[in-house]
Every structure is written in structure tokens, then in C-alpha cells.
């Protein structure tokens, strides 16, 4: 792998390159699969970031293992380009996993993302895992409500191309926005999506590693 970039030029020419090599396929998962969460949280103060993975057990919904790495923020704040500053934490946190994910969700986008390669993709590409984001906001992009029933969903929308669906993962509740990472198709995304958001709005695996890396930052103060 190249040299993580350190300016905001290398680091649009390395998503460049890295976008060529998005697979936005592949198959449904089993319930024997593991799923993992990922998150960070900040200490803008300290300069520090802190990444957690959270593997659950897609078929009953149980915590399997959780990890945490922490380090300096390693690339500065720039609007389209956050998976540089996110992803040395959270590989390392992916690494430290025993068991190895079927799937990892990410509290972001995938090919929702004006280059086509966010959080979610950049990740699938450098681990070779199947990946998607689940978001909480449509970022750019446009969308038409979906229907109020949980399951329901509606194209997300660059101009005419179809970049992932705003899903009703319950009833009354906002949607969400997901999109492929890399080796997963959009339709088995949103599957799984709403199969880890039984009871909530946001997958259990999101929920968790956000707790999890909020509580690994705050035990990095004491």
C-alpha cells in the first residue's frame, strides 16, 4: 500500500485511484455471518482519535468481541477526505479482532460520496472486507421520503444516479442513508441494515461502537 497521504492533493489523487477498485456487488449475508461497527470519537483538544469495532452476531444480534485503538489525528479536517483522518484508527481497531467480519457498517457513506469512495468504500477497498455506510444525513444528496412503514425506502440521488436509499428502519421514525462500500450490492446492504435495526433507528453495530469508542476516549483522560 502507498504511503498515507499528507496533503490534501495526495490525498485526492490516492482516492482517485482507489475508486477504480470499488466492487459494488455481492451476495446477501448468512446467518452464521459477523458483522462489524465501526466509529471514532475526537479529543480535538488533545489531538487524539479514537476507533472502535464492535463484531456482532448477525443472526441474534449479540456482541461476539469489541476492540479500541487510539493515536494522534493524522490528517487535517477537509470535507470529503474524513477516511483519512478515521481509518489508521480504525484499521487498527479492525486488526485487532480475532474473528474475521463477513461485513463491516460504517457511521457513514460509501459510493454516496462526490468521488464515489467514501469511509465506507476506502475501507472495503484496503481490507478487501464487504463493506457499506449507513448515515445518519443525506450529505449532498436528494431523496424523496420513503414510505412510514419500517423496511420502506427511496432512491438517494446524484442528479439522475442512483447512489444509495434513504431506508425506513422504523416506523415513524427519520430514515437513514445507505450505500455500498465495496463487495456487497445496494439491495443486500439495506437488508442487512434493517435486519441489525431491529428495535432502533441506527444498526446495533453503529449503536455500539459509538458507545464503545465514546467511552474508550473518555477513559484516555483519567
Known amino acids: 500500500m502507498p504511503a498515507w ?3 490534501e492533493a495526495d490525498a485526492l489523487a490516492e482516492q482517485d485511484r482507489l475508486r477504480t477498485l470499488v466492487d459494488p456487488t455481492g451476495p446477501a449475508l448468512s446467518d452464521g455471518a459477523f458483522v462489524a461497527g465501526v466509529d471514532v470519537a ?4 488533545r489531538n487524539v482519535v479514537v476507533a472502535a469495532a464492535v463484531l456482532v452476531d448477525f443472526a441474534t444480534r449479540e456482541t461476539v468481541e469489541e476492540t479500541t485503538a487510539a493515536g494522534p489525528v493524522s490528517f487535517p479536517y477537509v470535507p470529503g477526505l474524513l477516511a483519512f483522518r478515521e481509518l489508521p484508527p480504525v484499521l487498527d481497531a479492525l486488526g485487532a479482532l480475532r474473528h474475521r467480519p463477513d461485513l463491516i457498517l460504517c ?4 459510493l454516496a460520496h462526490p468521488r464515489r469512495l467514501g469511509l465506507a468504500s476506502h475501507l472495503g477497498v484496503l481490507t478487501g472486507l464487504p463493506t457499506a455506510g449507513v448515515a445518519k444525513t443525506p450529505f449532498t444528496f436528494s431523496y424523496d421520503q420513503p414510505g412510514p412503514a419500517r423496511g420502506d425506502w ?3 440521488l ?5 447512489v444509495g436509499r434513504a431506508v425506513r428502519t422504523q416506523a415513524g421514525v ?3 442513508f445507505v450505500s455500498v ?3 456487497i450490492g445496494l439491495a443486500e446492504a439495506c437488508d442487512a441494515t434493517l435486519a441489525l435495526a431491529a428495535r432502533y433507528r441506527l444498526p446495533e453495530t453503529t449503536r455500539r461502537a459509538d458507545s464503545l469508542c465514546r467511552r474508550a476516549l473518555a477513559e484516555t483522560v483519567r
Open 5 to 7: 497521504p499528507a496533503t
Open 107 to 110: 457511521d457513514g457513506y460509501g
Open 174 to 176: 427519520k430514515p437513514v
Open 154 to 156: 427511496s432512491p438517494l
Open 181 to 183: 462500500g465495496h463487495r
Open 42 to 45: 475526537y479529543d480535538d483538544e
Open 158 to 162: 446524484d442528479g439522475a444516479e442512483v
